[in-house]
Structures are given as structure tokens and as C-alpha cells.
């Protein structure tokens, strides 16, 4: 295990060409992938120059290099976190005894439902955004967008690399149908609701990435805990990387409210080609709520099995002093007859919902520093989270319906206001309406403030992609 990648056909830390059996697997798997991604990756722009970040080390400092690729060519890998030594469980049944490099036999299955829900979500995504490039509100847009798209297939590398070294004949097969599976498609649909939206223009772009990335850090965060090692490694490499996906997000809906709270004063917002506050309101409702959907319900055995045995922990584990959870419970709310009681839960069953409320509160976090933005234009609007009870569609809250305030509401009421509170068909046509591409480099679209700063210190009018 090294710290560097190595320059093979496939780039890895994991002395692939140690293991003849797999590379040749994962060699035969290489050009499927990439005959996926030039079909369901950014349409259009295969051909381009594109100022992107490649992986050329784990370490934390100077980890990426930046260059101009063409898509195709960029070096997808396999890149796990070192070793730790001596690592032991930092939670459930086995806490304390060592960490497993091999998977035992009676947690293979749902850990490899894990790591394919998990994996799903990464094409999935690529394929969700394919169109956006067509769009893009700038070349500093545009190129972040790719730099995602690239990330993604790169996790879907290091999910496919579990699948193929830990679970044998049926990992391969998995790892097969992570390709074959398509977005929204009603034969072959991606596995998780959010990851068969459409992200049809960058409003729901900058949203997705905010909300639904998010749920992937926390996921992530959540398997870096493992104690099946091999994946803790990767999840933990793999956090690295989604942290822009989520600067991304939050920094695009920050700039979309900026621009909306400076035509404010000078006129209505929507007439100067801007997307006012209460749209972008709504997006948020609608993405934060297909995004609570992704921890799963509310009190779970299934939580509680992954937990138990070792296989996923919770954000951040090493912070509670406590890690067996046997006798703990979780004060939340739960449906009792119809109606909304607070009760204390039997703590593993309750741990989506736990690692539901970490997630709120970051991001609780980024909606603060768009409000910040807001008051600082002297704008008295302020975004909010609905409650975690709006527009569910799983769980204990997806059987009734709930205001954004978190009040029970009749279905007929729900019929009335939903289109107050959700975006309706006319606002998604008018969002679709200002999306014009802008490639002029430093020039943005008028619905966008431009970035604080340019990436990686680079000017204004740096070409981050190269149009002709
Ligand atoms: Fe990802
Ligand atoms: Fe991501």
C-alpha cells in the first residue's frame, strides 16, 4: 500500500498488478465503463479540453494536480486510504476485536447491498446532469459541473473495485448492471427515488449537490466507519473528493440568491432575468426532501443489523463515548394512531434517523450562510429547511401529508397549497427559460453572481474549458 498512484492502465494504490486475477477483471471492466460514460456522460463534450483535478496521491496535502484532459482520457482509478494498523471495530457486537480484511460469510449479503446502493448513486448522478453542459451559466460552472461528472465515475471505480475483490462471481454480476441501470428509466431505474429525478437545469443542479451530495458525505462518512476495512479505506478516500461536490452546490445557490437579492432593489427579479427568492425557496423544499428520503425509514432493523455487525457506524463514531448501544434510546418523533408522538426509540433501530438529524444540522449550516448572504444585500428574505416531515416519501411521514412548517394537513389542503411550497410546472419552465449557455470566460449568465474567486487561484478570465 502506498501513498502514490501508480501510472498503470487502471491508476491505483492497491498493487493491482500484484493480482493478476482481478486486474485482468477489472481490465475487462474498464472499457464497458468507459463505453457507459461516452454514451451517459456530459453530452457533447468528450471531445473538449477540460481544466480538471486528477487524483495523483492519497495524502492529504497535494493529493490532486490540475491539467487540461479530455474526458475520456482522465485517469479513473482505485484509491484507497492507508492502513491503519492494528485497527480495531470502533462499534457494535464486534467492537474492540480486530478489523476484518475479508468479509465473514453471514454479512456478505447485506454488505454487498451496501456497496451497490452506494455505487448506484454514482453513475446515476453522471447521468442525471448529462444534458446541463448545454446550458452552463459559465466556463467556471461548466468545468465544476465536469469535475463532479469525473468524480462520480471515479467512485463508481471504487465501489466496482469492492464488488469485484470481496464478492467474487456475484460482484462481478453487480458490478455489470451498475452499468446497465439508467436513470429515470421505467424498465431499468437507478436504485434510490432522488437518483431518478431529472436535474434538468442548474437551479436543481447547485440543489442536488448541496442536499443529495450531502447525503452521500454522510453516508460515506457513516462506511468509512466500517469495520470490513478494505471499505472503511475507500469511503474515507472518497470523502476527500465529495467535498467540492458540495462547495459546488452550496456556493452556486449562494450566487443564485445573491443575484436575486441585488435586482431586488432595483425591480422584480424574475423580469431582469434573475430567479427570485421564493422560487429558489421551493427547490430547496423539493431537493432537501428527496434528499431526507436517502437515510431510509425512520426506525429500521436494518440499521440496526448493519450497525450490530459492524458493517456501517455513525458520523463521525469516535466522538460518543459509548459505541455498543445496547439499552440507549433516541428521543424523536414518531406516528402513534395517526398522530405525532415524541418517544424514546430503541437507539439502533433508530440510527437512520440519527444520521438524518446530523445531516439536518449541516445543513442547517449552509442555509445559514446563504442568509448571511441575503442580510448582508440588505435583503430581509430568509431561506428555511422545511420540516423533516414535508413531502416525504418514505418512511413514517410519507403516509400523511405535512405542511413545510411540519403541521398535519389534509390531502386536500395539500392539493391546494403544494404548488405554494414545491415548484410547480411554470416555474420550472420559467427556471428552464434563463438557462442560456454563457462561454465567454469571465462572463456569467444573468440569473448567477459570479464566484468569489477563481478556482485553484487561477483569474477571472481563466479558460477552464477550451469551447473551439
Ligand atoms: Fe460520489
Ligand atoms: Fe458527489
Known amino acids: 500500500m502506498s501513498a502514490v498512484i501508480t501510472d498503470d492502465k487502471i491508476p491505483n494504490n492497491v498493487d493491482l498488478s500484484g493480482d493478476k486475477r482481478l486486474q485482468r477483471a477489472l481490465e475487462a471492466w474498464q472499457p464497458k465503463f468507459i463505453e457507459w460514460w461516452k454514451e451517459m456522460g456530459p453530452e457533447g463534450w468528450m471531445a473538449k479540453d477540460i481544466y480538471l483535478r486528477t487524483a495523483v496521491s492519497v495524502e492529504t496535502d497535494g493529493w490532486a494536480h490540475f491539467d487540461y484532459v479530455k474526458m475520456p482520457d482522465y485517469r479513473w482509478g482505485i484509491f484507497l486510504e492507508p492502513k491503519v494498523e492494528g485497527r480495531v471495530h470502533g462499534f457494535g457486537d464486534f467492537a474492540g476485536q480486530p478489523v476484518w480484511d475479508e468479509i465473514p460469510g453471514e454479512f456478505r ?134 467535498a467540492h461536490h458540495m462547495f459546488v452546490g452550496e456556493s452556486g445557490v449562494q450566487r443564485v440568491c445573491k443575484r436575486a437579492a441585488e435586482l431586488m432593489k432595483t425591480g422584480d427579479v424574475r423580469a431582469q432575468g434573475g430567479v427570485d427568492l421564493p422560487t429558489i425557496q421551493k427547490y430547496l423544499n423539493l431537493w432537501y426532501t428527496l434528499s431526507l428520503d436517502l437515510f431510509g425509514g425512520e426506525v429500521s432493523s436494518n440499521a440496526a443489523d448493519a450497525f450490530a455487525s459492524g458493517l456501517k457506524g455513525r458520523y463521525k463514531e469516535d466522538r460518543y463515548a459509548e459505541h455498543k448501544l445496547i439499552g440507549s434510546t433516541f428521543a424523536m418523533d414518531v406516528l402513534r394512531d395517526g398522530k405525532v408522538v415524541h418517544e424514546d426509540v430503541p437507539m439502533r433501530t433508530a440510527l437512520n434517523e440519527v444520521l438524518r438529524t446530523e445531516y439536518i444540522k449541516d445543513c442547517q449550516r449552509g442555509v445559514d450562510r446563504w442568509n448571511k448572504t441575503l442580510q448582508l444585500e440588505g435583503c430581509d428574505f430568509q431561506m ?39 415548484p410547480t410546472e411554470a416555474d420550472e419552465q420559467f427556471v428552464k427559460s434563463l438557462m442560456t449557455p454563457v462561454y465567454e470566460p469571465g462572463k456569467m449568465a444573468s440569473w448567477i453572481a459570479p464566484p468569489i474567486k477563481g478556482l485553484n487561484g487561477l483569474p477571472e478570465k481563466f479558460e477552464y474549458v477550451r469551447i473551439d
Open 109 to 242: 449479503n447485506s454488505l454487498r447491498r451496501l456497496v451497490v446502493t452506494q455505487g448506484d448513486t454514482e453513475p446515476a448522478s453522471v447521468e442525471q446532469q448529462r444534458a446541463l453542459g448545454g446550458t452552463a451559466p459559465s466556463l467556471y460552472d461548466l468545468r465544476n459541473l465536469f469535475q463532479v461528472n469525473v468524480e462520480e465515475g471515479r467512485h463508481l471505480w471504487a465501489m466496482v473495485y469492492l464488488l469485484h475483490t470481496y464478492f467474487g462471481r456475484d460482484g462481478r454480476d453487480e458490478a455489470e448492471e451498475l452499468l446497465q441501470r439508467r436513470s429515470g428509466d421505467a424498465d431499468k431505474p437507478r436504485i434510490l427515488g432522488a437518483f431518478n429525478e431529472p436535474t434538468s437545469h442548474w437551479l436543481s443542479f447547485f440543489m442536488f449537490t448541496m442536499f443529495t451530495d450531502r447525503d452521500g458525505k454522510y453516508q460515506l462518512a457513516a462506511l468509512a466507519e466500517s469495520g470490513f476495512d478494505p471499505l472503511a479505506r475507500t469511503c474515507r478516500f472518497m470523502l476527500t473528493e465529495e
Open 384 to 422: 428555511k429547511l422545511p420540516s423533516h416531515k414535508f413531502h416525504r416519501q418514505i418512511g413514517m411521514w410519507s403516509t400523511l401529508k405535512f405542511s413545510p412548517e411540519g403541521e398535519m394537513i389534509t390531502s386536500e389542503e395539500w392539493a391546494k397549497r403544494s404548488g405554494d411550497w414545491l
